[in-house]
């Protein structure tokens, strides 16, 4: 008989499953805990639900995390994992500890359709959408296995970024349920503001997101015009660069936070050049879009032809961001030691998942030299 994982269930998805099992819902309550805050995965340790529930959940229902494959840790306290999602692909997730928080850096699918050419799983395509589950596991596990790694009682994941493999409003429907389980005090209680998705510009589900599960958001942009962003985004030549902005506009409405993360990969020649700063300031400027941008040292793989911007390049690029009021920063990479720094994740995947962990990381572990903006146009938390 099959049984259902309940890993793959909001709560309210798993209230509707006790239902069907003749259940009420705050008994849904109680297994939500015992299985997000307590990291359970076998109902005979459940011992505040009813035997008969208990029972039943043995026969109907499974908590399965995914297999783990590796596991990395860095000498900076960065680890890696590679999860074995089936049919030979594999996703990485990424937990970057910092003074004041731990993030984690989840994959939304195994490879990615969008195709930008300075990312390494885009060049390996696109496997599948990874499930609510598959999703929820990377974080089930990571947390619950780093509160015992690192002997804590409370929580150790405060942030969640969705910068790993893939693009996740492009798997929207299992997305939002993960989301709401980050969320859900009886689950994680992660805050809105410390949810982060990042998307390449799926303009509709911009719109989407921000009325079903408005959390905070980047957009990786890496250009300033759209003859250069559809050659490093293909994704642009269906939604260009105005389009999207006008959908961060319409996003902020309802975003937790009061700027979008704008993404921008330093390529050398390529996207680093004075005149790009001065036209990623128009652009801001023309659209009134509140943001901060996060400089992004490329990592440079072979099938991408590009180089790495060097950093008296990147580090002008911010200054001239910087002094036109942009708040800016750079992003520091972490993990090196064990290729988990932006762009360097790779999955052991069969054909073309692979990577986007770079993504995990590049966003994630940044943590930057922040240059302080002659004046200021958006807010920073962290
Ligand atoms: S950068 Fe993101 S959206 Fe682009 S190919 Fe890589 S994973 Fe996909």
């Known amino acids: 008989m099959t049984t259902a994982n309940l890993l793959e269930f909001d709560l309210e998805g798993l209230a509707a499953f006790c239902e069907k099992l003749g259940e009420k819902r705050f008994r849904a309550t109680q297994l939500f805990r015992w299985i997000h805050q307590r990291g359970a995965s076998d109902f005979a340790q459940m011992t505040d639900l009813a035997k008969s ?15 783990v494959v590796t596991q990395h ?40 359709a969008v195709g930008c050419r300075f990312c390494s799983t885009g060049h390996q395509g696109f496997s599948r959408n990874l499930s609510t589950g598959e999703i ?11 509160r015992k790694h690192l002997k804590r009682d409370e929580r150790v994941i405060s942030n969640v970024v969705m910068m790993g493999m893939g693009e996740p409003l492009q798997n929207y429907t299992a997305l939002v349920p993960a989301l709401r389980t980050m969320l859900d005090d009886n689950a994680y209680g992660l805050s809105r503001r410390r949810v982060t998705v990042s998307t390449s510009g799926v303009v509709p589900m911009i719109d989407r997101l ?4 408005p959390v905070a958001m980047a957009v990786s942009l890496h250009a300033p015009n759209d003859a250069l962003r559809d050659d490093l985004v293909p994704l642009n030549r269906k939604y260009p660069i105005a389009e999207l902005l ?13 700027f979008i993360t704008f993404e921008y990969c330093m390529l050398d020649g390529v996207n680093d050049q004075p005149e790009h700063a001065r036209q990623l300031v128009e652009l801001v400027r023309a659209h009134g879009v509140s943001c901060k941008f996060n400089l992004i ?23 001239a961001l910087s002094e036109a009021g ?19 994740l790779a999955g052991d995947v069969k ?9 995990a990381q590049r966003r994630v572990s940044e943590r930057t030299v922040v240059l302080h903006p002659v004046r200021k146009t958006t807010p920073q938390e962290h």
């Open 73 to 112: 840790e860095s000498k900076d306290g960065t680890i890696k994992w590679l999860f074995d999602v089936g049919d030979g692909n594999a996703v990485e997730a990424v937990f970057i500890p910092e003074d004041d928080r731990g993030t984690l850096c989840v994959s939304s699918q195994a490879g990615c």
């Open 297 to 319: 040292p490329f990592n440079p793989f072979p099938a991408s032809g590009l180089l790495r911007s060097p950093q008296p390049q990147v580090l002008a690029f911010a200054k």
């Open 351 to 359: 054909d073309r998942t692979r990577a986007a962990e770079r993504m």
């Open 246 to 258: 006008e959908a961060c506009k319409r996003y902020l409405a309802h975003a937790p936070r009061d």
């Open 53 to 67: 529930l208990r029972e039943k959940l043995a026969t109907t229902a499974r908590v399965e995390a995914l297999p």
């Open 136 to 146: 929820v596991a990377q974080l089930w596990f990571a947390e619950h296995f780093l």
């Open 326 to 344: 942009l708040v800016t920063t750079v992003r520091k990479t972490r993990g090196d030691d064990i290729d988990a720094a932006c762009g360097q």
């Open 210 to 213: 921000g009325a079903d599960c």
